[in-house]
């Protein structure tokens, strides 16, 4: 996606140890017209396949899913990074996070997540695919089926895609990237 | 707003402790198209202002707040509820949450919010207003101006609403609610 590559090179930063940073437009601050045209570019890509559910985890994925939820016509789930009190039938997976260096649980309630459901994935990352596999787990608990994943940006360098290639999950990212060494932003072809 | 009403009626639920659990189409499954119809009317009711920049907090007010943006053409900043270590010139706030119990801090970065910038805050809830006078200590902190306030959903048997009116703070929400009594929603007039 030329737009989002031209907006990664423009606003995006190197931080030490492989962090990109785009706070400016898609972690911290949004930039609504660009997640609107990111969520055409996700329906664009799996237009071939039945959603009927998207799902995303807070809080940085929410915007770039709603928009394709919205396109879709289907509601949205956002997973929580931890489980509220008030939350019924929770279903968890462990994950660990690559830029906070912790464990934490994300879960959805059961109730928005149903036997045979067709469920899209869609989050801002795809970097140790720890979430990714996390979600597919929780996906998996409720009998739903996972018919795609999306992500904004993927660090190609980390292990996330080879690992959901492997259990033959379906990805699209909307921007690869294959190396941040020496604070250089390189994009895979 | 009619609509919003309806659906709480029917899809809302209440828990013991003046809970109102809307999580199936607000805080947790998501109705993109009611959030459009939510940025519609916030955009009506403040059209008598210039806004540069929507703010909310995470992850329940993203929804609502990033098609107010949308539609006004304004980036869209989220607080978060804790301070990532890589966010630079964090602004803060300490806020007592209502539905969990306990005090948490909510951060902006002072890159995304300047002097003189005309904001717009947009939530789901107005309980007892904590994070919103937390939010106003942030806007001043950064010399921003505060033009109004949006929420969803005001519980107007909690302090909130004339905590923030005693502030001159501007409010608008597009639900009121009176009463949770014995489980039973009553609108306000």
Known sequence: MEALKQRILSDG???NGG??????FLNHQIDPKLMQ????EFVRRFSDVKVDKVIT???SGIAPALFVALQLGTDLVFAKKKNPSTMESPLSARI????KGCDCDICISGNFLKRGEKVL???DFLANGSVSLGIRDIVSQAGAELVGMGFVIEKSFQ???ALLAQ???RTESLVRIASLENCQIVFAE
């Open 13 to 15: 930063r190197c931080l």
């Open 19 to 24: 962090i990109l940073k785009v706070d400016n």
């Open 37 to 40: 045209a990111i969520g055409e």
């Open 57 to 59: 985890v807070e809080a």
């Open 96 to 99: 660990t996070s690559f830029t």
């Open 121 to 123: 994935f869609i989050d």
């Open 159 to 161: 292990s996330g895609a």
């Open 167 to 169: 259990c033959g999950v």
